[in-house]
């Protein structure tokens, strides 16, 4: 809502703050039943136009209802790529990366069980930064906020972000979408029982938690350990004090003073760069790249007779020809379009997650108690994956197999080149 008025004015942009309530049926999906459309008052104490639309009941109201619902996908694609994708998982490694390699040594075992993770992200950061970030690139070019994309991004950064919510049983209880259960493996129960981000993620999540606790326990048996470490507290002390300067003195940073404390500061990081992003990142061609179904921006408002009676009457003429106009015009389409299957592909020395750390002849570590870990981490992996390709064909869960329906891949860890919409990278590195 406080940057609707500076999107409105920009030419050839249009948005809403836009609200949707789904209901959970019994089968375990979600049906859309209204919509909320919401502008800042014309002045100061005035009410705040809305309008709450709802699933059609006539040819003109289902035309009203896909608009609405290109909005809400419109602001959603946003939030999407200026938040969760390049803040919650670039931006947000980028400070614990360059602390990494400025405060440990190559040969720290938490520089050798992070390196695999850090792999091209300050490259792929630094070239966002020139085309894709930058003012006038072409998140500004293709998505509805333009010019405050990036206080957009800002905002939720000093407003909402905490390290400490970032890991996936967290970041679930968080967003409303689970509740806290004692019994259940991950001390959470999902109220979307049939969730397959959720589902597969924890058993992603599972894994690279008791890969790193085990890590951990070999080199850290005690808390002393822990404080002791000059290079792994300065570590952590400048990703916060220097790298996330702004909210150094906020009071949820975990401590650092415990094997546990580290596991789980490790486990998060692991977690965003390996199978957070993968998730936000690779599906962005396969599910978004038809244009009219998930539209990066907007550029009109909803018909209303009583705004603008000509164009209500132009809409009713021909609501298709409306309709299209409100989407992005087909430069800005085409660019979108191959910008996200830029991003949606893998490379052919793409290395995955649980794959061998080998690079060459010469193995990332000598250690034979730290190669047996991750032998366990690597078989954990890839039952994931098995789960993952059964849980594709059953046909109760209906959000990930059906006609029509899509299998959920984007947690399947392994991935051949090309956009595939599966595979978990160690990193971000596109």
Not at 258 to 286: C, E, K, M
Request: charged share 20%; hydrophobic share 40%; proline share 8%.
């Amino acid at each position: 809502m406080p940057f609707l008025d500076r999107i409105n004015a920009i030419e050839g942009r249009k948005a809403y703050a836009t609200r949707a309530i789904f209901f959970l049926t019994q089968g375990g999906t979600l049906k859309p039943i209204a919509i909320e459309l919401s502008l800042p008052p014309a002045q100061s104490g005035e009410p705040q136009p809305s309008k709450v639309l709802t699933p059609a009941c006539d040819a003109t109201s289902n035309w009203i209802w896909m608009l609405g619902k290109a909005h809400v996908s419109s602001n959603d694609a946003g939030v999407h790529q200026l938040v969760n994708h390049w803040l919650r998982t670039h931006a947000i490694m980028e400070p614990f990366i360059l602390a990494a390699h400025r405060r440990m040594s190559a040969m720290h075992p938490i520089f050798k069980l992070l390196h695999p993770h850090m792999r091209y992200t300050l490259e792929i950061n630094a070239l966002a930064r020139q085309s894709l970030i930058n003012a006038e690139g072409v998140i500004e070019s293709c998505f509805t906020p333009g010019p405050v994309s990036g206080e957009i991004s800002s905002a939720y950064y000093r407003n909402h972000w905490r390290f400490d919510l970032e890991g996936l049983p967290a970041d679930l209880l968080r967003r409303g979408v689970a509740v806290e259960d004692a019994t259940q493996p991950h001390g959470i129960r999902l109220l979307i029982e049939d969730y397959p981000y959720a589902n597969d993620g924890l058993l992603l999540w599972s894994a690279i938690g008791n890969w790193v606790e085990s890590y951990v326990q070999l080199y850290y048996p005690d808390a002393g350990t822990v404080q002791s470490d000059d290079e792994l507290q300065e570590w952590y002390h400048e990703s916060i004090h220097v790298g996330h300067a702004d909210l150094r003195d906020a009071p949820w940073w975990p401590p650092l003073s415990t094997p546990r404390d580290l596991a789980n500061i490790l486990t998060t990081l692991v977690w965003l760069a390996s199978a957070q992003h993968a998730a936000l990142n690779f599906g962005q061609y396969p599910l978004g790249g038809y244009v009219p179904n998930r539209p990066p921006l907007m550029r009109r408002l909803l018909p209303d007779p009583e705004r603008d009676a000509a164009e209500y009457a132009m809409f009713l003429a021909d609501p298709h020809r409306f309709f299209l106009n409100a989407m992005p015009g087909v430069l800005e389409a085409t660019k979108f379009m191959a910008v996200v299957d830029t991003l949606s592909t893998h490379s052919p020395d793409e290395e995955y997650l649980g794959e061998s750390l080998d690079e060459g002849a010469a193995p990332w570590t000598g250690d034979e108690e730290a190669l047996a870990a991750h032998g366990m981490f690597a078989a954990d992996v890839r039952r994931a994956e098995e789960t993952i390709e059964r849980r594709n064909a059953d046909h109760g869960r209906r959000n990930r197999c059906g006609a029509g329906v899509l299998p959920y891949e984007l947690l399947a860890p392994s991935s051949p080149p090309g956009v595939t919409c599966r595979g978990v990278p160690n990193s971000i590195s596109i």
